[in-house]
DNA sequence: CTATGATAAACGAACGTTCGTTCATAAATG
DNA sequence: CATTTATGAACGAACGTTCGTTTATCATAG
C-alpha cells in the first residue's frame, strides 16, 4: 500500500468526489446527504465526522475540488512562440482539462444560481495574479495586435471559450444539435483574426 | 377595469412572475410552493387551481415566461445595411431584451443543472426555424465574409454574447471585478473584425 | 510479537422541520 | 345558482442533522 493517505482522508476525498459529481448532474439543494452517503458507500451519519455540514461539502468542492487549479500550472508554461500559437495551445489546454474533466461548468452555475457566487470572490481571488500573469504572457508573445486593453481580448477569448462549453453542456445532455458541436479551432481563428492586425499563421481554414 | 384577463388567468400570471422571479434566485430545489405562494399574495393550494405541479410551473416559465420570444420579434427587424451594422445592433437588441429583464440566464442555468436540460430542446425547436432566418439575414447583409460556415459564425457571435451576460451574472451577485464590466461594442468589434475580410466600418476603437 | 487503550471513523435509527400535494370548505364570480 | 377560485389545515414523505453505540486504527507498553 503506497497510498500517504490516512482513512479519514481518503474517506474525504470519496465524499468529495462523490459531492461534487452529485452537484453537477441535480444541483445543490437536488441533491440529498443520503445520496452523498450511498454513492461515497459511506454511511450518513458517517459524513459528518469530515464536513460539518452540507454547505461546507459544497464550498471545499467548490474552492478546492475542481481542475482549474491544475489548469492554472499547465497553462504557466504553454509555448509562446507567436500570440496565435500561443492562443491555440491555451484554448486547447483549457478544452482538454475542464471538458475533458466532466462538466465543471455546471459547478458554477450551481454556484451562481444556488449560493449567488457567494463563495466566487474568494476562488477568483486565488487564481487572479496567476491569471493576469498568464494572460499577459500569451497576448504579449510576438505578434501585432490591435490596441484593444488586456481584460477586453481575456473576456473576448473568455466569451468563446465559455460560449463552446455552454453549448456543450447544453447538447451533451440532450442532443438537440444533431451531434454538430461548433469546431473550437474555427471558433479561436475568428478570435484570432479579431485580434491581430494581420492574418494569424496556421489557420484551419 | 381594461384588463380582458379572467380572475384566473391574472393569477396565473401573477403565479408565474412569482416563480420566475424565485427561481431565478434560488433555483429549482431551492425554491418552495410556499415560498412562491407567499410572493404571488396566493394560498398554497390556491396554486393548484391553476398549475398542477410545481414542475409544471417550471415548464411553463421555462417554454414561455421570459423574453426570448419578443427577443426573436424584435430581431427579424433589424437593419441589414452591413453585416457590421446588423451584428451590432443584433447585439444590443440581445443585451437591451435580456440584460434589462433581468437574469434570464440564469434560468437557463437552472434547466441546464436542475432538469439536465431535458425542456431544451421543445424551446430550441420552436425558436430554431427563425433563429436560422435571423441569422441568414444578419450575416448575408452587404459586406465581405471570411469563408466560415454559418453555425461557426453564430457560435462565435453566441460565445461573445454568452461571455458577456456570463460575466455579468458573477459580478452582478458579488462584484468581483470592481465593477470593472467589459465593453460589449469592443468585444462585438472583435468578432466582426473576426468574421470580415476588411476592417468593419463605424468600430468603436 | 502481542496486548492494550485512547482516538478516529463508521454506523443507522431517530429527531424536529420542511417539503409537495390534497382536502373539505368558504368566498367570489358571472 | 352553478362554477370557478381561494383558503389554510392536514398528510405522508423526505430533508439535514444529532445521537448513542460499535468497529477500526495505530502508537505504545509489556
Given at each position: 500500500m503506497e497510498t500517504a493517505l490516512t482513512k479519514g482522508e481518503k474517506s474525504s476525498q470519496v465524499i468529495l468526489q462523490a459531492a461534487f459529481n452529485l452537484f453537477v448532474e441535480q444541483g445543490y439543494h437536488g441533491t440529498s446527504m443520503r445520496q452523498i452517503a450511498q454513492r461515497a458507500d459511506i454511511a450518513l451519519g458517517g459524513i459528518y465526522n469530515h464536513f460539518s455540514s452540507k454547505e461546507d461539502i459544497f464550498t471545499e468542492v467548490f474552492l478546492n475540488f475542481h481542475p482549474v487549479h491544475e489548469l492554472i500550472v499547465e497553462l504557466e508554461d504553454v509555448?509562446?512562440?507567436s500570440v496565435a500559437e500561443a492562443v491555440r495551445l491555451t484554448g486547447h489546454a483549457i478544452q482538454q482539462k475542464l471538458v475533458g474533466q466532466g462538466d465543471f461548468i455546471k459547478l458554477i452555475f450551481v454556484e451562481i444560481v444556488e449560493?449567488?457566487?457567494?463563495?466566487f470572490p474568494v476562488l477568483f481571488k486565488s487564481l487572479f495574479p496567476k491569471a493576469i500573469a498568464i494572460a499577459q504572457g500569451v497576448f504579449s508573445a510576438r505578434g501585432k495586435l490591435r490596441p484593444y486593453e488586456l481584460p477586453v481580448m481575456v473576456f473576448g477569448f473568455f466569451g468563446i471559450m465559455f460560449g463552446y462549453f455552454f453549448v456543450r453542456a447544453i447538447s451533451r445532455e440532450s442532443d438537440f444539435l444533431d451531434g454538430g458541436l461548433p469546431d473550437l479551432d474555427k471558433l479561436i481563428d475568428i478570435f484570432l483574426y479579431g485580434i491581430l492586425d494581420e492574418k494569424p499563421e496556421g489557420g484551419t481554414s
Open positions: 509555448e509562446r512562440e449560493f449567488r457566487a457567494k463563495h
